[in-house]
């Protein structure tokens, strides 16, 4: 690939995943992760999107330590997971549109088979982040405390940053 074809496609990317990860900060889905990818790989051109990468990383790390700091968020979280991945399974079996459904035939479990791969996809991705969340800070203050240092750092360090600037 030339230097401006990757350049390019690495533009698209990023801002893509950027995007997603904003829609996802009030849609269901791994906003500040996908955030978080987003501005690495704008880093690798922007020197703004550089200053931003390790701030939105530590702060999607304490929403996973925050999302398994008890039992309900753990369930709840578990629970939803699972329930996306039944959805999509739904998607995947596409059954008829019950007698109920009061609108069109149409929007009836809209986009078919990929919708339903990508919701199943997610509900693994999610029980994987659960898991490692789990494993990194669930019953562990210190490296919650860890974390919340190093956040106090990065923020510091940027808005020093920005000031130079």
């Given at each position: 690939?030339?230097g401006?074809?990757?350049?390019?496609?690495?533009?698209?990317?990023g801002?893509?995943?950027?995007?997603?990860?904003v829609a996802?900060?009030v849609?269901?889905?791994p906003?500040?992760?996908?955030?978080?990818l987003?501005?690495?790989v704008l880093s690798?051109?922007y020197a703004w999107?550089?200053?931003w990468?390790?701030p939105?990383r530590?702060?999607?790390?304490?929403?996973?330590?925050e999302s398994v700091a008890t039992?309900p968020?753990?369930?709840?979280?578990?629970?939803?997971?699972?329930?996306?991945?039944g959805?999509g399974v739904?998607?995947?079996?596409?059954?008829?549109?019950?007698s109920?459904?009061?609108?069109?035939d149409?929007?009836w479990l809209?986009?078919?088979l990929?919708?339903g791969?990508t919701?199943?996809?997610?509900?693994?991705?999610a029980?994987?982040l659960?898991?490692?969340s789990?494993?990194?800070?669930?019953?562990?203050?210190?490296a919650?405390?860890?974390?919340e240092?190093?956040?106090?750092?990065a923020?510091q360090?940027r808005e020093?940053?920005?000031?130079?600037s």
């Amino acid at each position: 690939m030339t230097g401006a074809a990757r350049r390019i496609v690495l533009e698209v990317v990023g801002w893509a995943l950027l995007l997603a990860g904003v829609a996802a900060l009030v849609l269901p889905g791994p906003g500040l992760i996908l955030m978080f990818l987003g501005l690495a790989v704008l880093s690798e051109q922007y020197a703004w999107a550089e200053r931003w990468v390790k701030p939105v990383r530590l702060r999607a790390l304490k929403g996973a330590a925050e999302s398994v700091a008890t039992w309900p968020r753990i369930v709840m979280s578990t629970a939803f997971a699972l329930a996306l991945m039944g959805c999509g399974v739904l998607w995947i079996l596409s059954p008829e549109e019950p007698s109920w459904w009061p609108a069109d035939d149409s929007l009836w479990l809209p986009g078919g088979l990929w919708t339903g791969v990508t919701q199943i996809l997610s509900g693994i991705l999610a029980l994987v982040l659960i898991g490692y969340s789990y494993r990194r800070f669930h019953g562990r203050p210190e490296a919650v405390a860890e974390l919340e240092h190093e956040i106090d750092d990065a923020d510091q360090r940027r808005e020093k940053s920005q000031k130079s600037s």
